[in-house]
């Protein structure tokens, strides 16, 4: 196998799951049982195998951390800072999904301490630069309730259109 005599940087995938419940939309977060930053809230993910695809990732750990499985996720951004672990070069890329109103039997599993559902409102503090990756998915949420893009179609397949408005009502009062 031939290897490249460059430094390569670790990549992990994690996934936000809103889920939008009466007039508020809340996100899955887990508690971090390990460092780096153990004890801060995040999103669920981890680290890619060598044979999957990105957003296979993402849900399967999304199913490991949280024992909740979803079929289709739609991709955020990518974390990329520099300094965003202290364990080494990272990056991220950040998948999400948005239920209607489901009831989601979430248990703490893996590397996960705890797992709790938050108001997008009302976040806690987050691990490294996941708050500013939960407000770029509240701004595509928010974008395709409006513009209504061919790339989210299936995200709001199981919404009424009242739902779909109260949902861009409540992303746009946190943007």
Same mark, same amino acid.
């Given at each position: 196998?031939f290897?490249?005599?460059?430094p390569?940087?670790m990549?992990?995938?994690?996934?936000?799951?809103?889920n939008?419940i009466?007039?508020?939309?809340?996100l899955l977060?887990?508690e971090?049982?390990?460092e780096?930053?153990k004890?801060f809230? +995040? %999103?669920?993910?981890?680290?890619?195998?060598?044979?999957? /695809?990105?957003?296979?990732?993402a849900?399967?750990e /999304?199913?490991?951390? %949280?024992? @909740?499985?979803?079929?289709?996720?739609y991709?955020?951004s990518?974390g990329?800072?520099?300094?965003?672990d202290p364990?080494g070069?990272l990056l991220? +890329?950040?998948y999400?999904t948005?239920l *209607? *109103?489901?009831n989601?039997?979430a248990?703490?599993?893996?590397d +996960?301490k705890?797992?709790?559902?938050?108001? @997008?409102?009302?976040?806690?503090?987050? +691990?490294?630069?996941?708050? =500013? =990756?939960?407000? %770029?998915a509240v701004q595509?949420?928010y974008?395709n309730?409006?513009?209504?893009?061919? *790339?989210?179609?299936?995200?709001?397949s199981?919404?009424?259109q009242?739902?779909?408005? &109260?949902?861009? &009502? @409540?992303?746009k009062? @946190?943007l």
């Open positions: 196998m290897t490249y005599p460059y390569r940087p990549f992990t995938t994690d996934c936000m799951v809103f939008f009466g007039d508020d939309i809340l977060l887990i971090r049982g390990h780096p930053f004890g809230w +995040a %999103t669920p993910g981890g680290f890619m195998e060598m044979d999957e /695809l990105p957003e296979h990732c849900v399967r /999304l199913k490991e951390e %949280t024992g @909740i499985e979803i079929d289709k996720v991709f955020s990518l990329a800072s520099v300094e965003r364990r070069r991220s +890329a950040f999400f948005l *209607n *109103n489901h989601c039997n248990i703490a599993g893996d +996960a705890a797992l709790a559902w938050f108001s @997008i409102k009302e976040l806690p503090k987050c +691990a490294t630069d996941h708050e =500013q =990756q939960i407000i %770029t595509h949420i974008e309730t409006i513009f209504n893009s061919s *790339n989210f179609n299936s995200l709001f199981n919404f009424s009242s739902d779909i408005e &109260k949902i861009a &009502k @409540i992303c009062e @946190i």
